[in-house]
């Protein structure tokens, strides 16, 4: 029997890593446009880490976590989320002296829940994380981060943005009390883990997936109600930054989000084109977070999308670019074994010309047709043949793969060629 790979942790194939490769190099150019820095932590943490910054009494760290004592008996965590791991590398290192950070991050995250489509054990957040900053601005800069991403990407129709402010800690001590009062009204009613959550935790409530619960709700006080004027100051800020930056958003007085740690300003986009598994990016306010790990009191907003999501949602909705779904833009086919040597030379003269481009040399000999099957499959739009005709004269045949005319050209016609086919990427 042959081993297969752990339930819930996927490969990504080379058909699938083209749409992968796309998010990440558009995601990358943005957070450059933007004057941010790239961090990279372990996916292993201490235990406590988690604990402590996501908060005992969340579904991430009650249920979903795989964690594991080392061969010295130290409890170690793979990262179920990477902001956490992320506050720690700051404090340990001293990034938040006397400094603001506008960070990013890329990599795989674990949790231990049901393996469905858009949900598994193993998977792949982006996000972003700045600290120092309190200023509602720095939001903004971030939702319009991700709303030029999913705009570069092709997916800004089919998404929508939902905020909220939860307020500061002092807001939602007074939100709590009431929260608590109405809940316990409907107690009975109220899914098991929700029962069990009202004295500890009853914020999280909000945040349940049971839909009965979430039908109680909607008759529950809202936190927004609740809010200071500097909280009510602060969101009204972001909702100001994002109407002038033409973004456009749904208040949604029930969005809390799953993390302990979060304050004031958080958000999630969402799609309805991916069932159940809807949200393909949250984030939030953490003012309290660093000080709570144990570093200098220091504001910070950041938000993380799921990969897998936003992939699904770009293949649903087709806009993966073609070169980032073939393996090459020429092909080159030798139809002699003597023609082997010219063609690799071609093909090293054009890799030198032309470093974007993708050239691939057909090996293994065969007849023309075979090989053009391969060339076809290579995604290639450009076909180039030389044959013992061709050999003497240095000429080369140029074929077009995706209809137009065949030509035999001189060598440096073919460069020419190539250079006019630039700005199409290369396609004819
Ligand atoms: P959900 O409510 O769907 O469980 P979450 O609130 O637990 O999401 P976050 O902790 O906010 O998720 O993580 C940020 C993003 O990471 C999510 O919006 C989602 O796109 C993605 N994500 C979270 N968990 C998974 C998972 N198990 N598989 C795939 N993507 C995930
Ligand atoms: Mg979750």
Request: net charge negative; charged share 25%.
């Amino acid at each position: 029997m042959a081993i297969q790979s752990v339930r819930g942790m996927p490969d990504i194939l080379p058909e699938q890593a083209g749409a992968w490769r796309y998010l990440e190099q558009t995601a990358q150019r943005i957070f450059n446009a933007y004057g941010l820095t790239q961090i990279r932590t372990p996916i292993v943490e201490d235990t406590a880490l988690f604990a402590r910054s996501i908060g005992d009494v969340t579904d991430i760290v009650e249920k979903e976590m795989y964690t594991f004592e080392d061969r010295s008996g130290d409890s170690l965590t793979l990262r179920p989320e990477l902001t956490a791991g992320v506050v720690r590398a700051a404090i340990e290192h001293g990034l938040l002296h006397n400094q603001t950070q506008r960070l990013w991050y890329q990599g795989p995250a674990f949790r231990y829940e049901r393996p469905q489509k858009g949900r598994y054990r193993q998977f792949h957040q982006i996000g972003v994380e700045c600290f120092g900053i309190a200023d509602a601005r720095m939001d903004v800069d971030l939702l319009e981060m991700t709303d030029q991403l999913w705009k570069t990407l092709g997916i800004r129709s089919s998404v929508t943005l939902e905020i909220n402010s939860i307020g500061s800690p002092e807001a939602r001590g007074a939100y709590r009390l009431a929260l608590v009062d109405f809940l316990a009204s409907v107690r009975d009613q109220l899914d098991a883990d929700s029962q069990a959550r009202l004295e500890r935790s009853p914020l999280r409530i909000l945040d349940s997936k049971n839909a009965s619960t979430q039908a109680l709700l909607a008759d529950a006080p809202s936190l927004i109600d609740y809010l200071t004027d500097d909280d009510r100051q602060h969101f009204e800020l972001l909702k100001e930054g994002l109407s002038e930056a033409n973004i456009d958003f749904v208040v949604n007085p029930r969005l809390v989000r799953g993390l302990d740690y979060y304050g004031r300003t958080v958000f999630e986009w969402t799609t309805q084109a991916l069932g159940a598994q809807g949200t393909i990016c949250g984030g939030g306010r953490y003012d309290g977070l660093v000080e709570h790990l144990g570093g200098r009191a220091t504001p910070g907003v950041g938000f993380a999308l799921g990969m897998e999501r936003v992939v699904l949602l770009m293949e649903a909705l087709q806009v993966i670019p073609d070169t980032y779904q073939t393996q090459a833009d020429v092909y080159l086919m030798p139809q002699h074994p003597h023609c082997e040597s010219a063609i690799r030379q071609l093909a090293r003269a054009l890799r030198t010309q032309f470093p974007e481009l993708r050239v691939m040399t057909h090996i293994g000999g065969g007849s023309l047709k075979s090989q053009l099957k391969k060339a076809d499959r290579s995604g290639a739009g450009i076909g180039l043949i030389i044959g013992e005709a061709e050999l003497d004269d240095r000429q080369v045949v140029f074929k077009p793969l995706r209809g137009g005319e065949q030509l035999t050209l001189a060598e440096v016609e073919i460069f020419n060629r190539i250079s006019e086919l630039k700005d199409t990427s290369w396609t004819t």
